[in-house]
């Protein structure tokens, strides 16, 4: 951002057009002779100076964005940046996401369990601000994608560019919940968050679910477990990244209520069943809500003169314009 501590110099850009009149429209400036064509009785006169032409035309722009240049230095320009400085910290918050082929099931239209679990979560750290927030998913096994951090781009970028079946055909949500409490032990935060999404039953994994909620628990973290799917049949459509071959069928289980709402009351968090993208989406908005503290911060404001670089800028482009007139075109006043 720009500022000027003395602006009422650039009052003096009002004056720029009537003097840009008077230097080039006008017609009693001089230094033009008038000629009638129509007394010229050899052939028509074709000027073939291009090259001085456009050095002409240069040099009278360079010229006059100097002028402007020198207004604008007669103003004292400063660049001032602004920094927000966080003095506490926010929540931690890491998410852990289903990835078996469960997921692919498609009545959460119009893509499938999976899609509308990461565009859920990408809305919700778009919303997030000085919150780390960190990803793990799981399938047979679970894989820490991103540590809790700030650097929310990189994070969205992780979350695109999951696939369904790269941790196995599995679904091993104590490991998946057990790697991310790990990963919030040692965290100074006020508040640790983990936020589980998941359509299934444990079947994989060293470590229970019970016992993952109990590691988080002791660790003062809060589980919000996400049951995501609709009763009944569904359709399920999935490619397997190690062969390439496409699976369709139905799928006909559920996740395990139970299991997930003893997680959370184990932690004093929440459980949410998700039977649609639009239930899904209300769940993730009030979890957002919930998990809301204040943060202190101050502004920290930086000022840098840059009239030295303007004056500059004036200097080198009405020198342009002399040596073009001077120099080049050999012109005397």
Not at 148 to 175: C, H, K, V, W
Not at 191 to 220: C, Q, R, W, Y
Not at 271 to 289: Q, W
Request: aromatic letters at 10%.
């Amino acid at each position: 951002m720009i500022t000027f501590t003395h602006p009422v110099f650039l009052l003096l850009l009002a004056l720029y057009p009537p003097l840009f009149y008077l230097r080039h429209f006008w017609k009693g400036r001089g230094g033009r002779l008038s000629f009638s064509f129509t007394i010229w009785q050899k052939e028509i006169f074709r000027p073939e100076l291009r090259l001085t032409r456009f050095l002409i035309i240069t040099g009278d722009i360079a010229f006059w964005i100097g002028l402007i240049a020198l207004v604008f230095a007669l103003s004292g320009p400063e660049l001032v940046n602004r920094e927000k400085i966080y003095l506490t910290r926010g929540i931690d918050i890491m998410f852990v996401l289903d990835e078996s082929p469960s997921m692919a099931a498609k009545d959460f239209v119009p893509g499938n369990r999976f899609e509308a679990a990461k565009s859920v979560v990408k809305e919700f750290v778009e919303g997030r601000d000085h919150d780390p927030v960190g990803l793990v998913t799981f399938g047979r096994d679970a894989v820490l994608r991103v540590p809790p951090s700030l650097d929310y781009s990189y994070f969205l970028e992780q979350l695109g560019n999951l696939d369904l079946l790269e941790l196995g055909n599995g679904t091993a949500i104590g490991m998946g919940v057990a790697v991310a409490s790990l990963h919030l032990m040692h965290s100074s935060a006020s508040e640790k968050v983990i936020i589980l999404l998941t359509d299934g039953e444990n079947n994989a994994g060293e470590i229970t679910p019970v016992t993952s909620a109990a590691i988080a628990a002791s660790f003062g973290i809060k589980i919000y477990a996400i049951g995501i799917g609709s009763k009944g049949p569904v359709p399920l459509e999935y490619t397997d990244p190690e062969t390439g071959r496409t699976f369709r069928g139905v799928y006909k289980g559920v996740y395990d209520r139970d299991l997930l709402e003893s997680m959370a009351l184990e932690t004093t968090g929440r459980f949410f069943h998700a039977s649609s993208p639009g239930v899904l989406k209300n769940i993730i908005s009030s979890i957002n809500s919930l998990e809301r503290i204040e943060k202190r911060s101050k502004t920290k404001i930086e000022t840098r003169p840059v009239h030295r670089e303007v004056i500059l800028l004036a200097f080198v482009l009405v020198m342009y314009n002399f040596l073009i007139r001077k120099v080049f075109l050999n012109e005397v006043l």
